[in-house]
């Protein structure tokens, strides 16, 4: 049988989880820089890489797909279509 105190925490997780996935989604928006200053940014950058004895590069997923990289796992997936063959 069920309870509406029971309904009411349900109801409650639910918004929490609603409005979690919100957040996330708000923060994964992408942007692009003008070309002026994406030009700044790379004499920064290569200025910094110029004067380093050693550099490390760590990128997570979705850097490659932002370059039109196809990805692994996603829809149009390399493994997501080998599966499919």
Excluded: C
């Amino acid at each position: 049988e069920a309870r509406p105190e029971d309904a009411r925490r349900l109801q409650a997780a639910q918004e929490r989880t609603a409005a979690r996935k919100a957040a996330e989604a708000a923060s994964m928006v992408e942007t692009e820089d003008d070309a002026e200053v994406l030009r700044g940014k790379i004499d920064a950058l290569s200025e910094m890489l110029a004067g380093a004895r050693h550099v490390v590069v760590y990128t997570g997923a979705g850097i490659s797909t932002a370059a039109n990289i196809p990805d692994y796992r996603g829809p149009q997936g390399i493994w997501t279509q080998q599966k499919k063959a």
